[in-house]
């Protein structure tokens, strides 16, 4: 009896210190942010030639400039709508669960970045090269996700896995293109990008905010 | 079964609502109102009883400071608060380690 209710305490508190820890923002915004930006940028991206000609850079170059803007863009839209949610709460924007996050996705996003840079600095790269990017930053991301996934509500891990396995589809498929028919044209990667990070994000988005509505009116 | 352990039990800590909220702040440097209170699902009545009680036993540690123009209350336990809890737990382990060996 004793041994059952001191276990039980036990368990408890351990539950308890493990709560403290998970990431509770609303994710919902975030994803929505994130999705749209995606989106928009996939859809302008079609229209690569005129924006490469505007800014003087070859296709693939703008390419990836383009892109890493985007992710830019897009990381710091997410911190700005995470302060927004916790000046709200008044809570603390940088607490511990936000620093663990923010630890757990740093590696991943810094090898994105200068994976970007490496294929962003020769001028002479062919659009062939680039078409390896979509997926090595699909899968980088779906890696940041998976670990922050660890401090945060489970359906980002599994979230970061769908990103993992889409990019692995893409670089079987970029593989055998590269050999046989050949890649299409860099528009499309822009597309794929648009699609991969912008409707991915955009869907998940669209189920949290009905799903953490319902939670938080429960 | 000795009930010295037992008996040793802090009673400030041993109340359900107290303990979750020290437990919590066993983890983190600080927690604020607002985390502490979506966390745990209590009242802000019963977070503010709770936490008042454990101020005045010197385990918890409560800041008031203005965040973006806003009040933000953040609690932290004190190295008092710690050193009860850590024997709190202990205590608790001795129960289970002796009814098991049947002590």
């Known amino acids: ?33 994130t999705g749209t930006l995606g989106l928009v940028a996939g859809v302008a991206g079609f229209a690569e030639g005129e924006w490469a000609r505007m800014s003087k850079l070859s296709l693939p170059r703008f390419f990836v400039l383009y892109w890493l803007g985007v992710g830019l863009v897009a990381v710091a839209g997410a911190y700005l709508l995470v302060r927004r949610q916790a000046l709200r709460d008044a809570e603390p924007f940088w607490s511990l669960p936000t620093r ?50 660890f401090f945060m509500p489970r359906g980002i891990r599994l979230f970061g896995w769908l990103f993992a396995l889409v990019a692995c589809v893409f670089l079987v498929f970029v593989n055998q293109r590269s050999y046989g028919a050949g890649m299409p044209p860099l528009h499309w990667a822009h597309g794929l990008m648009g699609g991969a990070f912008g409707g991915l994000h955009l869907a998940y988005g669209v189920y949290l905010y009905f799903t953490e509505k319902r939670k938080n009116e429960a | 079964m000795n009930p010295e352990p037992f008996l040793q039990l802090d009673r400030v800590i041993h109340e359900k609502g107290r303990l979750a909220i020290m437990s919590l702040l066993a983890t983190v440097p600080q927690l604020s109102f607002t985390e502490l209170r979506d966390t745990l699902n209590m009242t802000d009545g019963n977070i503010t009883a709770h936490i008042r009680t454990l101020q005045e036993t010197g385990y918890v540690s409560v800041t008031k400071e203005f965040q973006g123009g ?32 049947g002590k």
């Open chain 2, 70 to 101: 806003r009040p933000l209350t953040t609690f932290a336990l004190t190295p008092r608060g710690r050193k009860s809890f850590t024997q709190y737990i202990n205590l608790l382990e001795q129960i289970v380690q002796q009814t098991k060996s």
């Open chain 1, 100 to 149: 663990r996050v923010t630890s757990a996705i740093l590696p991943a996003f810094v090898v994105g970045l200068v994976v970007g840079l490496v294929a962003a600095l020769p001028r002479w790269r062919e659009p062939l090269q680039i078409w390896w990017l979509p997926p090595v930053w699909m899968a980088l991301y779906g890696c940041a996700l998976h670990a922050a996934g």
């Open chain 1, 1 to 33: 009896m004793a041994q059952e209710w001191a276990t039980e305490h036990l368990q408890v508190i351990r539950t308890l210190m493990e709560r403290s820890a998970i990431y509770r923002r609303a994710l919902a915004p975030i994803m929505l942010l």
